[in-house]
C-alpha cells in the first residue's frame, strides 16, 4: 500500500519528502485554507509538485460538470500530471466520464458507501477516495465499509485505485492495509505518529551508550 500525505503544509511536505516512503500529496480546499489564506492557490500546488514529484491531488471548487472542466483545464496548465479530485455528485461523475474519456486522472472524492465507490469507478475514476474518519465520527464502522469495497473491487475486478482518506489515527492505516486499499493518504501528525515506538527510542539509547562504553573500555585497554 502506498503512502500519501494528506496537507497542503509546505514544511511538513518538505520533510515528508526526505522519509522516502512518501509517494504523493493529497490536498483539498479545507487544508488549503488552513494555510496562510494569503497563499496563492496555483503557486502552492506548484511548490508542492517540485517538492513531492509523484502523485498531486488538487480539488476542484466548482459544483457544476462545466464549471468542474473548465477548473480541470486550468489545473491542468499549471502542471500536466496533475489528478483531479472531484465530489462524487451527479455533476462529478459527468465530470469525471468526460475527463476520462481526455486521459486526465481523477480522484472522486467524499466517498462514503460502497455504491458511490462503485459509480465513480464506472464513471471512469483512476482513483476513489474513501473517507475513514469521518464515518468514524457518525457510528458508522470505516473499516466494514472498506472492506465491502475491496472486496466488491476484487469479485468485479474494479479499476480504479482504492484510496483511504480521512486517516485519524495509525490503527485505520493498518486497517486500510488489511482490507487491502492501493494507498493510504495520511495527515503529516498521524504520518510522524505512526514511524514513533517508545521501544526504538529507547534501543537506540542503550545500542549508543553500550557502543559508547565499549569505546571507553577499548581506550582503556589499549591506553590511548
Ligand atoms: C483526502 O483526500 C481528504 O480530503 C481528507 O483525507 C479528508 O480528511 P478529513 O476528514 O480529516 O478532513
Not at 479545507?30 to 488538487?58: C, F, M, N, Y
Not at 466517498?111 to 462503485?118: N, V
Amino acid at each position: 500500500m502506498e503512502l500519501y500525505v494528506d496537507t497542503a503544509n509546505i514544511e511538513h511536505i518538505r520533510y515528508a519528502a526526505t522519509l522516502g516512503c512518501i509517494t504523493g500529496v493529497t490536498t483539498n480546499p479545507s487544508l488549503l485554507a488552513k494555510e496562510d489564506p494569503s497563499i496563492d492557490v496555483r503557486q502552492r500546488i506548484l511548490e508542492i509538485h517540485e517538492l513531492i514529484g509523484g502523485h498531486l491531488s488538487v480539488e476542484v471548487i466548482s459544483t457544476v460538470t462545466k464549471g468542474m472542466l473548465k477548473e480541470a483545464e486550468e489545473i491542468i496548465s499549471w502542471f500536466p500530471q496533475a489528478t483531479i479530485k472531484i465530489p462524487i455528485i451527479p455533476d462529478g461523475l459527468s465530470a469525471v466520464k468526460e475527463l476520462s474519456k481526455r486521459g486526465i486522472p481523477t480522484n472522486v472524492t467524499l466517498i462514503f458507501t460502497p455504491t458511490q465507490a462503485l459509480a465513480a469507478n464506472n464513471a471512469g475514476a483512476t482513483y476513489v477516495s474513501i473517507f475513514m474518519g469521518r464515518l468514524d465520527d457518525i457510528s458508522q464502522n470505516s473499516s466494514d465499509v472498506l472492506n465491502d469495497i475491496c472486496e466488491i473491487w476484487d469479485v468485479q475486478e474494479c479499476e480504479s485505485k482504492i484510496i483511504a482518506a480521512s486517516i485519524r489515527h495509525p490503527l485505520h492505516i493498518i486497517e486500510a492495509a488489511k482490507a487491502g486499499a492501493d494507498i493510504a493518504t495520511i495527515p503529516y501528525k498521524v504520518l510522524m505518529q505512526s514511524l514513533k515506538n517508545p521501544l526504538t527510542d529507547s534501543g537506540l539509547e542503550q545500542f549508543l551508550s553500550d557502543y559508547d562504553k565499549m569505546q571507553t573500555e577499548r581506550q582503556k585497554i589499549l591506553n590511548i
